[in-house]
């Protein structure tokens, strides 16, 4: 088993460029067996560079807070939080994806799991929601394991590699007592 206390998050920098361009080029192709592709003009320095200084400015505006997933200082992947709704509702989208070389060993739930802690805690947030398709029996493990639970299906809902695709939906809740002055 791995050393999963190992695991770090940190907020993409400047400096994460040429590893992050790495990280992305390496996984192109498996992360597109899962997820959307990227146009073609993202895996490059220049498009990276915004995409930090981007997510820099969503952090910043509370809109969005991105995270590369660090072990030993090597990017093994990112975890995200976007949509990020307050006030009143205090919630945001989690959205993770971890190399392929890193699959299978518990890495992913151990990322979600710090991330839960940044958004329940310092961020404030009450609700988190996640979406996968079926298909990825991987993600929906990893929900669980994390203490979301699936609340919905929709049938056909995105369009995935030229077919349709249901998408189930998954939240969780912050379980730890939130004041009247939450942001």
């Known amino acids: 088993m791995p050393d999963l206390d190992r695991?770090?998050?940190?907020p993409p920098a400047s400096s994460d460029l040429p590893a992050l361009l790495?990280?992305?080029?390496?996984?192109?192709?498996?992360?597109e067996n899962w997820v959307t592709a990227r146009a073609p003009s993202y895996y490059h320095p220049e498009a990276i560079a915004a995409a930090i200084e981007q997510a820099q400015r969503e952090r910043q505006q509370d809109l969005a807070y991105q995270y590369l997933a660090k072990l030993d200082g090597q990017i093994i992947g990112r975890v995200n939080l976007t949509a990020v709704t307050r006030p009143y509702f205090n919630k945001a989208t989690l959205g993770?994806?971890?190399?392929e070389r890193f699959g299978?060993?518990?890495?992913a739930t151990r990322v979600v799991a710090l991330l839960l802690e940044e958004a329940f805690g310092t961020l404030e947030l009450w609700r988190l929601e996640a979406t996968a398709r079926p298909q990825n029996l991987g993600s929906v493990a990893v929900m669980q394991r994390n203490g979301f639970h699936q609340y919905g299906r929709s049938e056909k809902a995105m369009r995935f590699q030229d077919a349709w695709s249901d998408l189930l939906y998954f939240?969780?809740?912050n379980t730890q007592t939130m004041d009247d002055g939450a942001r």
């Open 171 to 173: 939240e969780r809740r």
């Open 96 to 99: 993770y994806r971890i190399g």
């Open 104 to 107: 299978g060993r518990g890495y």
């Open 7 to 10: 695991l770090q998050l940190h």
């Open 22 to 31: 790495a990280f992305e080029l390496e996984n192109r192709a498996y992360f």
